[in-house]
């Protein structure tokens, strides 16, 4: 039974580019959760999805970030025109149901953007 | 809305010792409650959940934490800390009408001595 896989492990953008992360849930999830985490910080909700839904997108940034989870295929978090600050952590977390289970955690993109 | 505080940022014990990482919670509503830990350039690894049953709460690894809802507390404990147990601690909380998203403590460093 896999567990939550992400790719890639590891990214390094220019300024400008975009960056595309992919989150596979873990078999019989249907929630997915993103977040990101700064160096030396604590993980920071960014977006909540179910299949073809955005459920809660109250952490995400305005601008440049966006986030899908379509009828198949992985979760996308897609950031457009990279800037330094965007140099972080991303993890994708996944549910069976809301409310009734943890979270279960993919090993995280650690993206640099240089 | 809910927060945690992990109210020591680092922690260094001596192996063999006992280990206590504090955190308390804000919450509007009744929480989950979990501990994740996090070896270095890993992912997120779930040690132990409160969700309103029993107050104290056995983990993995020999971890335990104990809830007190009159302190607003859920503190870590091991009572022999191993080299291994050297890593970061996230105290985090759950509401389910918040969507369940994961809200993260700033972290414990908790770094074992021989």
């Known amino acids: 039974n896999a567990g939550v896989m992400q790719n890639p492990r590891h990214l390094v953008r220019r300024r400008g580019q975009e960056a595309r992360l992919r989150c596979s849930p873990m078999k019989g999830h249907s929630h997915v959760y993103w977040y990101r985490q700064l160096p030396e910080e604590g993980l920071k909700f960014m977006v909540y999805?179910?299949?073809?839904?955005?459920?809660?997108e109250s952490g995400m940034p305005k601008e440049r970030f966006s986030a899908e989870f379509p009828k198949e295929g992985p979760s996308i978090l897609r950031i457009q025109q990279v800037v330094r600050g965007d140099s972080a952590a991303y993890f994708c977390?996944?549910?069976?149901?809301?409310?009734?289970?943890?979270?279960?955690f993919g090993p995280g993109t650690r993206l640099t953007v240089t | 809305a809910q927060s945690v505080t992990q109210l020591d940022s680092h922690v260094s014990v001596s192996e063999g010792t006992p280990v206590l990482l504090r955190c308390n919670y804000s919450s509007s509503y009744s929480p989950s409650l979990f501990w994740y830990v996090q070896h270095p350039n890993k992912g997120l690894q779930l040690l132990l959940k409160?969700?309103?049953?029993?107050?104290l709460v056995k983990g993995i690894n020999g971890f335990e934490a104990e809830f007190k809802k009159s302190e607003t507390s859920f503190h870590l404990t091991k009572p022999s800390a191993h080299m291994s147990d050297a890593a970061e601690y996230f105290c985090?909380?759950?509401?389910?009408?918040?969507?369940?998203?994961?809200?993260f403590g700033g972290g414990t460093r908790l770094m074992v001595k021989p």
């Open positions: 999805l179910q299949k073809e839904n955005i459920i809660d």
């Open positions: 409160y969700t309103s049953a029993a107050t």
């Open positions: 977390a996944s549910s069976p149901l809301d409310g009734s289970y943890e979270q279960y």
């Open positions: 985090v909380v759950s509401v389910r009408n918040a969507g369940n998203m994961l809200t």
